[in-house]
């Protein structure tokens, strides 16, 4: 439930050393911080289904052409089986703190269980779908920055644009930005942009694989890549910090209560749950710095 503060409280910079505005913004994280991070890193079952679908498709087209395959030709393509071999391995991720982080995954997964699905089940019973999805579109406008900077770093000038674009038509016609006008109306769609992915686009790897409390999946470049954004989040110069606290927990538990069921049917499907996210978490990531 959004905190009355939200709407009372006084917005203004808070005046704070750069060192207390960093601990001040992990706390923030470590406390309300996306408990299921990993909800957005698998695809969804439908998806799931199509793909095994189309490989189904494949193999059987694959078993007509066998026969009539030519010498050269059945080379090429064991060339190209390799190949994608090399590729995937080239996505994998160091896991030197996997004591750590397995111990974090089942943090994470009580936590969502015991606590953050119960109290977003009773958030969407309390407010409609439509109200949920409109605060979504309402935080998400006022991330623009993280998101334009990062554009621009990157070199991506259109989707700079994009971003100004999509800010103000929101923000005025989308009432503040409770309305996607800009995507439903004049089709300029979303394009997430982060400082973990900018790293990435100039050539940073991973680095190696880390389970925060409550964070989620993520990697020692795109942890630095978090507390980077930080500072471009409105959101971490409410004051006081409990206010600012405050709208970060309704805005994690708001979008949690639009995706119950997602984290289930990824550890339901998976034979090894914290590998399968760890997996999804890079191939994930490998795919938005190629984007």
């Known amino acids: 439930m959004m905190h009355n503060s939200v709407f009372k409280g006084e917005y203004s910079i808070m005046k704070l050393k750069p060192f207390n505005i960093i601990v001040s913004g992990l706390v923030m994280f470590f ?78 997964d009580k936590f969502y269980f015991w606590l953050l699905k119960p109290v977003s089940q009773g958030y969407s019973a309390i407010f409609p779908e439509g109200v949920r999805g409109s605060i979504s579109n309402f935080f998400y406008n006022l991330t623009t920055p993280i998101r334009f900077l990062n554009s621009l770093l990157q070199l991506k000038m259109k989707s700079a644009g994009n971003e100004i674009v999509r800010f103000v038509v929101n923000s005025s016609v989308g009432v503040g930005g409770l309305g996607d006008f800009a995507k439903d109306k004049l089709d300029i769609k979303r394009h997430n942009e982060d400082l973990g992915q900018t790293f990435g686009y100039y050539g940073v790897g991973h680095g190696f694989y880390i389970t925060w409390p409550l964070l ?74 190629k984007e």
């Open 31 to 108: 406390l309300f911080g996306f408990a299921h991070a990993s909800l957005a890193l698998t695809p969804s079952s439908s998806d799931q289904n199509q793909e095994v679908e189309s490989s189904q498709e494949n193999e059987i087209l694959q078993a007509q052409e066998k026969t009539t395959q030519q010498p050269d030709e059945r080379a090429e393509k064991s060339g190209q089986k390799e190949k994608g071999i090399e590729e995937e391995e080239t996505t994998q991720i160091a896991d030197p703190l996997y004591i750590w982080n397995k111990g974090m995954y089942y943090f994470n």
């Open 216 to 289: 989620g999946p993520s990697s020692l470049r795109d942890s630095i890549g978090l507390i980077g954004d930080a500072f471009l989040n409105p959101v971490n110069y409410v004051t006081p910090l409990q206010d600012c606290l405050a709208i970060t927990a309704s805005d994690k538990v708001n979008d949690t209560s639009l995706h119950i069921g997602d984290y289930e049917d990824i550890i339901k499907a998976a034979v090894d749950p914290y590998v399968s996210i760890r997996d999804a978490y890079v191939q994930n990531r490998e795919k938005k710095v």
